[in-house]
C-alpha cells in the first residue's frame, strides 16, 4: 500500500490526518505541528466547535507535568481554569466520611476543547468541523500518517477490525452524564437505596459554579426503575429527586445526555501501516478512576515523542505501542476493579461506615492503606480502630480465629510443590524451607499439595501421607516449627493429581508426561489435560470409594504428625477440581451433570477427612474460583461451591482460580484473584483466604481493612524472602506480639545502616 512507502520514505510524517477532534486529537496535532511547523496537519471532527459530551475533565498532576513541558502554552491556559480540591465525601445511609489529601483538578470539557482549538489555530493547524473524515485507505494514501482518534465507536478501528483484533466488552451497569449548576467542595460518592435496589452518585466539581454528576445503577435496577422508559426530562427530574440530599434540592441538566453502558476496549494491535490508534479508539478505562482524557492526552504526547525519536515511522510507531501498552494496560486493570467493585456494591452495604468508605477509596488497588494514611492519617487511624487494630498495630499483624486455632497474624506462606521428595518422604530441604518461613513470623504456613497416594503424585518428586514413615518425617518438620517457631501454625494441604499426575519435574517440564516410569492415571471423566498428555481412566463407584478411604487415612496420618489446620486441595484441576468443572466432569451418573452432582464426591471426601480431623482443629477448602475458560466455571457458582463446603463444616474457602485446563485464559496482574475471594466472603459470610499476585505488606493492609478478605496467602514473595512477615513488620515500625522475632534473631530486627547517599546542601548563595 501507499502508506507502507511512506512510511520508509520519510523521516518524519510530513502530511498528518487527525480523524477526530476530541482532546487527544487535538493535542496530537497541535504537538507535531509545534514540533515541526513545516507538517500540514489537518483534524476532521464530524461535530461543531461547541458540541461536546459529558462535562467536567479531571487531569492528573502527572499528565499536566507532561502538558507542561511538551507546550507551555497549553499548560497555562489549563492552568487558569483549573478548580482544585483535595477531599472525597462518601455518603452512605445518612453518614459522611470525608477523607482528604488526595489533589484533584478539573475543567469543563467544552473549556478545554476551546484552549485546543485555539492552541491549533494558532499554530496553523486546520480543523474541519461538521466533516466525516475520508475512509482510512483513502487517508492513509494521501497522507503520511493517519491519527485515528476516532473514539470507543472509531470507524478507523472497525475499518482494519482484522488487524487491529478489538475486543469490546460491555459492562452491567447503565449511567447517564448530567450536571448541576453549583460546585460540589468535594469529590462526592453518594449511595442511594430505593425500592428498585441501589444506585450511585459520582459528582465532582468543574468550574466554580457546575459539577458533573454521574449517575449508575445495575441494568436490572435501572429496567426495574422505569427509566428503561423514561423521556430524558423525566430521567433527570428522577435522578435529581432521587439524590436531593446530594443536589441541595438542585435541578440537574443535561447536554444531549442518554443512559448507557460502559465498554472496555483493547486491541491486539495498535498500528496498521501509516494509521495509529490513540486514545479511546485504543483503550479504554472506566470513568470511575478518570482517565479517559487522561490516557488520551497522554498517548498523544508519547506518540509525538517517538516520532521524534526514531528515524522511520515503523520503528516510531512501535515505539509507540511499546511504551505505552504496559500503562494502559495497568490503568485498564485498575478501572476494572473499579467498575467491578461498583456493580457490586449491593455486597458491601452492611460494612461500618469507615471501613466502607476505605473500601470504596481502594477498590482500583491504586490508591493503597500506606498511600492513604500519607494523604489523611486521621481518617486511615479511624478505620483502623473500628476494625479492632490496637494503636500502633497494621491490620495484617491483628489475630484471626479459626475454630479452636487462633493465628497471630494475617499472613499465610501460601502451599509451594518443592518436587524433592523421595519416595514420598520429605526430607531436609522440606525442613529447611518450611522452618525457614516459620521462623520468618508468617501466621500460617502451609505444606505442598500432600498426595494421598503413589498415583496421586503429580511428579516423583512429590511429598505423600500414604505410609508411616512419610507421616514420622513430617512430625520431624511440625515439632521444628512448634519448638522453634511458638506461635506459628503449620498446616498440611491434601490432595490427589488426577488427570495432572505422572508429569516431570517442575523444572525439567512442567505438565510433561514422564518419558519412563509412568504410572496409570484416573479421573472424573477420560478427558487429557493437554495434546501429549495420558488420559486418565474414568472412576468407577468402588474406587471413588477406595479414594475416599486414602483421604481419610491421610488425614488421620496428619493428625498424628500434628498439622494444625487441615487444607482440601479441590482447586488447579487436580481429581477434586476435575470433579468440580463441568470442562473436566462429563459423567453421567449421580457424580456428574449439575453442579449439585458435581459436588457429590468432594463434599464425600471432605465429610471423610472431617470425620477423622479432630473437631477443634479447622479445615480449609481451596477451590479455583474461575476456569477462566468459556463454559467452565463461573464466579457465580464458586459462591455456591464454597456454601456446599461451609454447610459441610468448612472453616474457610482459599479462593485460587484456573489451572483447570491447559488453554485458559487468566486476566493477570496485580492481586488479580482477590475479587473472587471478595465476592463469596461478602455473599456467604465464610472467612476467605485470598491468594494471586499479592505481593507487598501494603497489599495485605489494604485487603484486610477493607474486608475483602480474613488471610492473605503469599507464595512468591516467601521465596524470595523467608522472613517477609518479620521484614514488614520492621519497615513499618511494628513489634508486637503479631510479629515475633525469634530470640537467636532479634538483633536483626532492625534494618541494616547503608552508606550515605545524600550529600550535604548548599546554604550560602554569592550574587556573580
Known sequence: MAGEVAMEAARRPLRVAVVGGGPGGLYAAALLKRLDPA?????????????????????????????????????????????????????????????GGHGFAALGRRRLLQI???????????????????????LSKAYDLVIAADGVHSA???????????????????????????????????????????????????????????????????????????????????????FADALGGQPLRSNNSTWTTFRTVTNARWSHGNVVLLGDAAHTAHFSIGSGTKLAVEDALALAACLEEH????????????????????????????????????????????????NLLTRSRRVTHDNLRLRDARFTEAVEREFGCAPGTPPMFTPFRLRGLTLRNRVVVSPMDMYSSVDGVPGDL?????????????????????????????????????????????RRITDFVHTQAPGTAIGVQLGHSGR?????????????????????LVAASPIPYKPGSQTPRELSRAQLTDLREQFASAAWRAVRSGFDLLELHCAHGYLLSGFLSPLTNRRTDAYGGSLAKRLRFPLEVFDAVRAVWPEERPMTVRISATDWAEGGTTAEQAV??????????????????????????????????????????????????????ISSWDDVNSLILAGRTDLCALARPHLYDPHWTLHAAAEQGYGGPGAVWPAPYRAGSRRPQTGRTDAPKPRLAFSG
Request: hydrophobic share 40%; net charge negative.
Open 640 to 693: 455456591e461451591i464454597a456454601r456446599a463446603f461451609a454447610a459441610h463444616g468448612a472453616d474457610a474457602i482459599d479462593v485460587s482460580t484456573g489451572q483447570v485446563v491447559a488453554d485458559e485464559r487468566p486476566a493477570y496482574g496485580r492481586s488479580y484473584q482477590t475479587p473472587y475471594a471478595d465476592r463469596i466472603r461478602h455473599e456467604t459470610g465464610i472467612p476467605v483466604i485470598a491468594v494471586g499476585a
Open 39 to 99: 507538517r500540514e496537519v489537518t483534524v476532521w471532527e464530524r461535530n461543531a466547535p461547541d458540541d461536546t459530551f459529558g462535562f467536567g475533565v479531571v487531569l492528573s498532576d502527572e499528565t499536566l507535568g507532561g502538558i507542561e513541558h511538551a507546550d507551555p502554552v497549553v499548560h497555562a491556559a489549563l492552568k487558569d481554569e483549573f478548580v482544585r480540591w483535595d477531599d472525597i465525601d462518601i455518603v452512605h445511609r445518612g453518614v459522611r466520611q470525608t477523607s
Open 430 to 474: 522440606h525442613l529447611v524451607h518450611l522452618g525457614a518461613r516459620a521462623l520468618g513470623g508468617a501466621g500460617l504456613v502451609m505444606t505442598e499439595m500432600v498426595c494421598v497416594s503413589a498415583e496421586g503424585r503429580i511428579t516423583p518428586g512429590c511429598a505423600g501421607l500414604y505410609t508411616g514413615r512419610q507421616a514420622e518425617a513430617w
Open 116 to 138: 485546543l482549538h485555539e492552541r491549533c489555530r494558532s499554530l496553523g493547524v486546520e480543523i474541519r468541523f461538521r466533516s466525516e473524515a475520508p475512509h482510512p485507505a483513502r
Open 311 to 358: 528515524t522511520s515511522l515503523r520503528d516510531a510507531l512501535a515505539a509507540y505501542e511499546e511504551e505505552r501498552r504496559p500503562v494502559v494496560a495497568s490503568t485498564q486493570r485498575a478501572a476494572r476493579a473499579s467498575l467491578e467493585w461498583f456493580e457490586n456494591l449491593r455486597l458491601y452495604l452492611d460494612q461500618p461506615a469507615r471501613q466502607f468508605a476505605f
Open 156 to 242: 478507523t478501528r472497525a475499518a482494519y477490525a482484522e488487524v487491529f483484533r478489538p475486543v469490546v466488552e460491555e459492562h452491567r451497569c447503565r449511567y447517564i452524564w448530567l450536571a448541576a449548576d453549583f460546585a460540589f467542595d468535594a469529590f462526592r460518592f453518594e449511595i442511594a437505596e430505593t425500592e428498585h435496589g441501589v444506585m450511585q452518585l459520582h459528582g465532582y466539581p468543574y468550574a466554580g459554579d457546575a459539577s458533573t454528576v454521574i449517575v449508575e445503577m445495575r441494568e436490572e435496577v435501572w429496567r426495574a426503575a422505569g427509566f428503561a422508559e423514561s423521556e430524558t426530562a423525566e430521567t433527570i427530574e428522577r435522578c435529581a429527586k432521587i
Open 500 to 520: 495432572k499426575g505422572s508429569t516431570k519435574l517442575m523444572w525439567e517440564g512442567m505438565d510433561e508426561p514422564l518419558e519412563e516410569g509412568n504410572w496409570p
